[in-house]
C-alpha cells in the first residue's frame, strides 16, 4: 500500500492532533454564514460563564434575547473588530458581557483560572464561508467560544506548496467577505513553510514569513511546520497571544488625513524571542537579543516591556518591581504608550523622563510601570538602582546611536582648527568614547548587581557586548539569547542587500572607462560622464565631488521613482566641509536644482573662518537635519561622524564612501541604505576608500549572503538579449509594441490582451526551455539594473526589453513553484558567497572570509613559459577528461603572447589590486580569442562550450600573466 501524500492527509492529521489537545472538532452546517459565527457555541460560553447577566438580558428581551445578542455581537465585531471584542467585551441594556476569559498571570484570584477553563476553543474544516449553495471552502477556520480568529489554507509540497495556498488568497478569495474581515490572521501553510496576513486585499495582499528560520529545520516523526498547532495555536499559548500580543494599530494617512487601522500579529521571531525571554527572565541574569535591522526592534521591545510588567513568582508578586527602557529613539516612546494602551486600556502606564534627575529619582525608588529615558541617564539610573536592594528593575537597552547626535563623543573636539586635510583626519580619527562604549563600562563596573536584569538589543554585537550581556555555553564562550541576522532580514525582504551592488572607486572608472573606449557606445555621453576621471583614483575632493555628484545626477536620482537620495561620508569634519562647498559650487555651475545638507559636530575653523552645521545648512529653529532630508528638494546629506548609525532614510539609496573603514563601523554605515520602501529595489555603494575585501570581512560576523563581484561586462546585455528572441517566445516588434503602448498610457486590459499571444508561445515551450527562459530573462533584468545605476546607456532598446521583461516576468507560469521570498541565485553578475560561520562565533575563522597571503614556497613559481602551458593542459585533461594536445598548447602560446602585449591590461595590472585585475581579465581574453577564432575554431568551441572550463582557462592563464608583471615580487 503506497503512502497518503494528500493534503486531506495533512489536514486530518492537524484536525486529529487539535482534537487530541482541547480543541472541539464541529461541522461545516454549524457555521452561520448570516451572522459569522458558530451560534451555538456562542450561547453556549455566554450561559455557562455570564448566567446572571444572561437573565438579566432576557428579562429585558424576552423570546427574542438570543436574537439581539447575535445582532449586537455581529455589530459589535464588524464596527470594533474581533481582536477588540474579545479583549474587551460589549455593554447592551445595561448587561456587561465578556467573551473571552484570559488566563491570569498570578493566583490572586482562582475563580480568573476557572473561567479561563471554561473557553470554547474549535475547528471547523471544508467550511464554506459563501452565502450560497457550494461556495468557496476554507480548509481550517479557528474559532474561539464561537467567534472565528484564524484561517488557514493547506497545501502539500508533493503536489502544491504554499506559494499556490498563497496565490489562493490573494485571487480565489474575495477580501470583502466578512469572515475574511473579522478573523485577525490568515496563515498560508504547507508541511515545509508558513505565511500569514492579517488582512486580504486581493493581488495587493502582503504575506509574511512565519518561518522558525529561513528553512524550517526537520522535526523527527512531525512535519516540518507542526510549531503552528503544536505550540503557537495551543490553548494556552493562543490565548497569551491574544491577551498580550495582537493588537490594533492606528496610523493617520499623511495623505488623506483619515485614520487606518491595521491588525498587528507577531512575526515569528519576535514571538519566540519575547515568550523565551519572559519564561526565562530573573534578576541578576543578563540578556543579549541580536536583531539585525528590519526585524521589528521597536515592536519587540515593547512587547518584552510589557511582558516583564506582568510576569509573577510564585508568591504573586511581581519579579521587577520596574521596567525602564533605555533608548534615544523617539519611536521607541511613543510605539510604547500606544502598544501598551491597546493591550492595557490603561493610561500612564508608560512613562518619559529625559531630563529631571529627580523626577526619575522619585520613578525609580517609588514607581511601579513602564518608564522609558534617554541614554545619558544611564549611569545615574545603575546608581539609583544599586541602592535599592529590595527593588528589582528590568532594564532595555536599545542600542546607542550616538553618531547621529554627537553629543557623546569624548574625545572629539569642540573647535577642529587646520587647513590640512591630513591633520583633520587624524584628529577627527582619535578612539571615540562613543555612548555604546560608555554603556558597556557602566555595566561592566555595575555587575554585581543583583536586583537587575538586562535585556540588551544590537544588530552588531562586541566582544564586550557578549563578555557583559551573552549567554554562557562551552566551558568559557559567550552567545546571543536570541537571533535574527541580516541574512534572514533580507531574505525574507525586509531590508535590502547593501554588498550586491558594492564597487569600489577603481572598478567604476575601469567600467566606465571600457564603455568609452567601446566603438559601438555613444563617445560623447560616455566622455561627458568622464570628463573628470584620470588614470588613478582622484587626489582632491573637487575631482571626486564631480564624479559623485555627475553619477547621481545622471543615475541615482532616477531612483525609486525619482525619489532617491545620497549620503557622502568622508573623513573628517574639515573634509565634510569642503565637500559641501565643492558639492554647492558644482551644483550652482550646472544648475542642478537639488540641495545639499551637511552634518557634523561642533566648529570647523577653515581660512580663519569658523563654520557649523547650522551655519551652512540655514535651516529654521524647529527643523532638523533629519526632517529637512525627508522634504524632497534636498537630495544629497554629507557627514562626518554623524547619522552613520542609528538614522533611518528608507529614500537614502546611494553612498559614496570617502572614508576608512572597517569591522562594526562599516557594517553600520553602509546598513544606513538598506531600509525597504516602494520602489526600491536596490542600493548602491562606491567605495573611494577602502579595499573590498575588507568590507566583506566586516560584515562577514553578522551576515550570510551572495556578494556580487566587482566587473560585468555591459557586452553581457546584447548576448543575453539575442538568446532570449532565439528562444522564439517574442519578437523584436512585439516589444517596441508593448513599451509604445506602454508609454501611451492605453488601458491595462489592452497590455495584457498585447502579451497574452506570448504568454501561448511560453506554454508551448518544453518545461526545460521555460526554465531556461526564464533564467535568461532574470539574468537580463539583474544585469541591467545593476549596471544602469552605474552608467547611463545610450541604447534605448535595451532599456526597452527590460521595460517589456519587467511585465513580462509577472505574467509568466509559475514553474518549479518558487517560494515568494526566495533569492535569485542565477544572475550572471560575478559573486562571493560567505560560508556560514556557526552562529554564536564572531571571531573569523580561517578559511571563512579571508584572502590567502602569497605563498612563501619558491617551488610553486614556475619560471618556464613551456612548463606553465604543460602545466595548464595538464590540469585540464585531469579535470576535465578533455584531449587538449600540443598543438592546442601552442595556441595557448599565442593567447599568452597577445595578453603580454597588450598595453591597456598592462597597465591595469600593474596599478591595481589582483582582485581588481582578475575582474577585467576575461574581457581582454573575450577579444583574444575572438580574434584567434578562425585560425583554430576546434579549440575555440573546445574551451568556449563548456562554462567549468572555460572558468578554469581563464583563471590559469591570468595567474600567468598576473605573475609575469609581478615576478620581481614573486621570485626569491
Known sequence: MNSNTSEKDFQEHILNHLGNTGYVLRNKKDYHKSCFLDIELVLKFIKNTQNNEWEKYKRIYGEDAEKKFLLRLKSEIQTKKTINVLRNGFKDVGCNFKLFYQKPNNNKNPDHFKLFEKNIFSVIDELEYQNKENGNRLDLVIFINGIPIITIELKDTFSQGVENAIKQYKTDRDPREQLFKNCIVH?????????????????????????????????????????????????NKLSKLLSNFIYVEKKKDEKTRKIEEKIIFPRFHQLECVNMLLESANPGTNYLIEHSAGSGKTKT??????????????????????????????????QLRKQVKELERVKGVVETIENNSSELKEAIENGSNIIVTTIQKFKYILDEIGDLEKRNYAIIIDEAHSSQSGKNSKALKKILSTNSLEEAEKIDSEELEEMDEKILKDVEDSKNLRNASFFAFTATPKNKTLELFGTPFGET???????????????????????????????????????????????????????????????????????????????SINQINHKAKAMIVTRSRLHALLYYQAIE?????????????????????????????????????????????????????????????????????TMYVDKRLNGIAAVQTLSRTNRIYPGKKSTLIIDFANDPSIIKESFLPYFETTYLEEGTDWHTLYELEEKLLDYGIFECREVQNFVKNYKSGVSQEKLHNILSPIIHEFRGKSKEDQISFKKVLKRYQNIYSFLSQLIPFSDIDLEKLYIFNSFLIKKLPTINSPLPYSIVNDVQLEYYKIKDRGNYDLSLVEGEGRIKPISGNCDTVITDEKEKLSKIVKDLNDTFSTNFTDDDKIFMG???????????????????????????FPSHMKKVMADLLDSNITFYKKVNDNPEIKEKFIKSLFELVYREYHKDEIEV
Not at 496576513?197 to 518561518?211: A, C, D, R, V
Not at 516583564?308 to 513568582?313: A, S, T, Y
Not at 599565442?894 to 577585467?920: D, F, H, M, R, Y
Open 894 to 920: 599565442q593567447i599568452l603572447g597577445k595578453l603580454l602585449k597588450n598595453e591597456e591590461l598592462t597597465e591595469q595590472i600593474k596599478n591595481n589590486p589582483k582582485s581588481n585585475s582578475e575582474i577585467v
Open 301 to 334: 521591545i515593547s512587547w518584552l516591556s510589557y511582558g516583564l510588567m506582568n510576569k509573577f513568582d510564585k508568591n504573586d508578586n511581581r519579579i521587577y518591581d520596574m521596567v525602564i527602557v533605555v533608548s534615544d529613539r523617539k519611536v521607541i516612546d511613543s
Open 585 to 653: 559650487k558644482l551644483i550652482k555651475e550646472n544648475n542642478y536644482g537639488i540641495k545639499t545638507l551637511v552634518a557634523f559636530t561642533g566648529t570647523v575653523k577653515h581660512d580663519d573662518v569658523e563654520y557649523t552645521e547650522n551655519s551652512l545648512n540655514k535651516l529654521s529653529p524647529n527643523t532638523t537635519i533629519q526632517k529637512a532630508f525627508e522634504s524632497n528638494e534636498y537630495k544629497i546629506l554629507i557627514v562626518a561622524n554623524k547619522f552613520q548609525t542609528g538614522f533611518d532614510q528608507p529614500l537614502l539609496h
Open 477 to 555: 564562550g559567550k552567545r546571543p539569547f536570541h537571533v535574527y541576522s541580516m541574512k534572514q532580514a533580507i531574505e525574507e525582504g525586509f531590508i535590502l542587500d547593501v554588498l550586491k551592488n558594492y564597487i569600489s572607486y577603481d572598478t567604476y572608472y575601469q567600467l566606465a572607462k571600457k564603455i568609452e573606449e567601446d566603438p559601438e557606445y555613444d563617445k560623447k555621453k560616455a566622455k561627458a560622464l568622464l570628463r573628470n576621471l584620470v588614470e588613478k583614483q582622484p587626489e582632491t575632493i573637487l575631482k571626486k565631488a564631480d564624479i559623485m555628484l555627475n553619477h547621481f545626477m545622471s543615475s
Open 187 to 235: 496563515f498560508a501553510m504547507s508541511d515545509e513553510k508558513i505565511y500569514m496576513t492579517t488582512k486580504l486585499n486581493g493581488t495587493s495582499t502582503e504575506f509574511l514569513p512565519f518561518n522558525r528560520d529561513l528553512e524550517n529545520p526537520v522535526i523527527e516523526g512531525e512535519y516540518k511546520t507542526s510549531y503552528l498547532y503544536n505550540d503557537i495555536l495551543q490553548k
